[in-house]
């Protein structure tokens, strides 16, 4: 196997996806992203998720150690930040994606519930 700095990029873009790929791990990043201070506690992060600590835990532990986040202790507390402003970029681009996507499907259902209804059966009467 391949080490990480012999892959080819698109494994490794496709790794960073997989790291990406589950809801929760997502509202963690949009949560940093709109942190005021750039950075939020774990306690704010379980509060917002709704998410179980242990959970939490693993989700963190994945977006870390696909260094998209870092974290910091001081004394009791562990505060997570975005390890790139780029990853506030990649949601962003990700939102304006799937809004332009969903807004092309509405178009199409908006100009299909138009359609004659004999149209809608293969050309047979209803």
């Not at 700095?5 to 709109?34: S, T």
Request: charged share 15%; hydrophobic share 45%; no cysteine.
């Amino acid at each position: 196997m391949l080490s990480s700095a012999q892959a080819p990029l698109y494994e490794i873009k496709a790794n960073l996806f997989k790291g990406l790929a589950h809801p929760a791990r997502i509202r963690i990043l949009e949560l940093l992203a709109a942190a005021p201070q750039e950075s939020a506690p774990v306690s704010y992060l379980l509060a917002e998720t709704g998410l179980e600590a242990s959970h939490l835990s693993q989700h963190l532990a994945t977006l870390r150690k696909h260094k998209v986040v870092t974290s910091v202790r001081s004394a009791n507390a562990v505060t997570y930040q975005l390890a790139h402003p780029g990853v506030s970029q990649l949601l962003a681009i990700a939102r304006t994606f799937l809004l332009d996507s969903l807004a092309d499907s509405n178009e199409q259902l908006r100009l299909a519930r138009q359609l004659p209804a004999d149209h809608l059966a293969g050309g047979q009467a209803s």
